[in-house]
């Protein structure tokens, strides 16, 4: 087979957010986007490309397949030696993470909108993963966009045969321009599957799902909102841990368009899982994954919810009961800026290192890789750890399983007896979906004059009855303790004198006008059984004064809360 090179021209707008490359399935389809894109990647790595292996795969969504021939044929024709690539083009993010590190590979390209809707009319995206792992840094994805707005043509392989290639598993062997080139198909979890058993006790795992003589079966309802996690949760919980296909698990077929459902684990979108939970009492736990498989939701019996940054600071109090921690001990904690601080008070109590990084998982990797950082999260329902460089919803489960089964008791009762230990961060985020973005960037635009000018210090505001003062105020940036790169504009913060904050920033993931989100936290050290939405009312009336975001914007009322 021989290579060609086509021309092409430029695309505006291809450079990263938060996390990879998003925009609609139709801009994905426009004749030599992907093309591009790809080949753009391959030239920000430059003469490694030639004899590597990387691994590809994603959710399944809508346009996975045709993205991935183009990777064969772009890939082979660039020199690339090996594919690795999950059966059916299935690999959960986590599960890319893991491959990338045990295979030992230069790297993977991760086809995923993650918790964007997928479909024909909805989101696609493609992400790089560099050799440790974890998502590229900006530095790259920076390289990539600067190659975008050049790039004048790409290399390709016509002839290759790609046809249901990805469907069987197996080794075929091309030979493009005189030199091998290997695409090998493997089972999306085997990999996967193994690494979980080597973290967690699946013996006593499956004891409690089961159940024994002396103690009730833990009953779990998981909801892969027909993403990904299908086949990781058939595998692991079904036929590791012995959980009942009918009873314990959900949407577990991955659909390219999930269903028609948002693939975003919280009580607004995954309402299916908390009706079922709440109509039925006999269930313990309800968890959900998003679209790829690296977010999770955890809610106990009645749909009790654990927010994510209680999830993380609860997992971080009790690593001692997890076999992985045992063996290789645990080093610092870490959490994104707007992430509530309940983590800190377990790292302040156990003597442990704590960080505080910009939102995206891209900022954990350098201290894990520095051997720093253990444990880390974010509040949009990321848990994860130094096992693999991507956050981890499945990892999140079977931690949370192995804390239930160690401390034999309910999700409610750990956290309340958490609470009463550290006291409570009351935390909830406002978001606003497919706002104007002019009218976004005004907003922020009003906000960061209150800083330059120093405009809100000293000042006090009020609403039902409370009042809070502000100490500070600043926009978050972040200097990366080991390369000690230099993050700015990550997100304004209002810091009152108590200790609450207001954050505001604008999404990097969304396809089409801007998502604002305000992220409101608040900690009680013994008022700690209130319901967070009426602790947190004042604040946000108070968020919503400062940011006149109702003005700026028109809305009246966020498109969802967490
Ligand atoms: C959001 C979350 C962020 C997360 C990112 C990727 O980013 O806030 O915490 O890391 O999504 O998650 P943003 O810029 O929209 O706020 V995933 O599961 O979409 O890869
Ligand atoms: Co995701």
């Not at 998003?290 to 009790?318: C, E, H, Q, Y």
């Amino acid at each position: 087979l021989a290579s060609v090179i086509v021309e092409t021209k430029p695309f505006e707008g291809q450079n990263a957010g938060t996390s990879g490359l998003r925009k609609k399935v139709k801009v994905f389809m426009e004749k030599h986007y992907t093309e591009n894109f790809i080949q753009c990647i391959l030239n920000t790595l430059g003469d490694k490309i030639v004899g590597s292996t990387l691994i590809v795969g994603g959710d399944g969504r809508y346009f996975s397949k045709q993205a991935i021939n183009t990777i064969i044929r772009i890939a082979s024709a660039n020199g690339v030696s090996k594919l690795i690539i999950g059966q059916l083009g299935l690999l959960s993010t986590p599960a890319v993470s893991n491959l990338i590190r045990n295979q030992k590979v230069l790297g993977g390209i991760v086809l995923t909108a993650s918790h964007n809707p997928g479909g024909i009319r909805h989101d696609f995206g493609i992400k790089y993963n560099i050799e440790n792992g974890g998502p590229a840094p900006t530095h790259f994805t920076n390289d990539v966009y600067e190659h975008t707005k050049k790039i004048t043509s790409y290399k390709f392989t016509p002839k290759l045969e790609t046809d249901r290639l990805i469907d069987v598993l197996g080794t075929n062997t091309f030979n493009v321009d005189g030199r091998d080139f290997v695409v090998e198909v493997i089972d999306s979890t085997a990999d996967y599957v193994k690494l979980m058993k080597e973290i967690f006790d699946f013996k006593k795992l499956r004891t409690l799902i089961r159940g024994t003589e002396q103690r009730a079966a833990f009953n779990v309802l998981i909801d892969s909102m027909n993403g990904v996690t299908g086949v990781y949760v058939r595998r692991i919980f079904v036929e590791e841990l012995g959980a009942s296909p009918d009873n314990n698990v959900f949407r577990i077929v991955p659909l390219d368009n999930f269903g028609e459902i948002h693939p975003d684990p919280n009580l607004v979108y995954a309402k299916d899982l908390v009706d079922k939970i709440q109509a039925n009492p006999a269930y313990d736990m309800g968890v959900a994954f998003d679209g790829d498989g690296d977010r999770n939701m955890i809610i106990g019996k009645n749909a009790f919810f654990v927010t994510p940054s209680d999830s993380l600071a609860v997992i971080a109090n009790n690593l001692e009961c997890i076999p992985y921690f045992k063996k290789h001990g645990v080093r610092g904690f870490a959490r994104s800026m707007p992430t509530a601080a309940a983590v800190d008070r377990v790292a302040e109590k156990l003597g442990k290192e704590m960080f505080e990084v910009p939102t995206g998982w891209k900022f954990f990797g350098n201290l894990m890789d520095a051997g720093r950082l253990s444990l880390c999260g974010e509040e949009s329902f990321g848990t994860g750890s130094d096992h693999i460089r991507e956050k981890d919803g499945i990892w999140a489960v079977l931690a949370w399983l192995s804390i239930i089964e160690h401390k034999n008791m309910s999700i409610e009762d750990i956290l309340k007896e958490h609470w009463n230990i550290y006291g409570r961060n009351y935390f909830t985020r406002y978001d606003y979906e497919e706002v104007e973005s002019d009218a976004a960037d005004k907003m922020m635009k009003h906000l960061e004059n209150f800083i330059a000018t120093d405009g809100l210090i000293g000042k006090s505001f009020s609403s039902n009855g409370k009042s809070y003062k502000v100490a500070k105020m600043d926009n978050f940036s972040y200097v990366d303790p080991i390369d000690h790169s230099v993050t700015k504009n990550q997100g304004v913060r209002v810091l009152f004198d108590d200790g609450s904050r207001l954050v505001y920033r604008l999404s990097g993931t969304g396809s089409s006008g801007a998502t604002i989100r305000v992220y409101i936290d608040s900690y009680e050290k013994k008022d700690v059984l209130s319901d967070a939405q009426e602790m947190l009312k004042p604040l946000v009336n108070i968020g919503l004064e400062i940011s006149q975001l109702k003005q700026f914007t028109g809305r009246d009322a966020p498109t969802v809360i967490t």
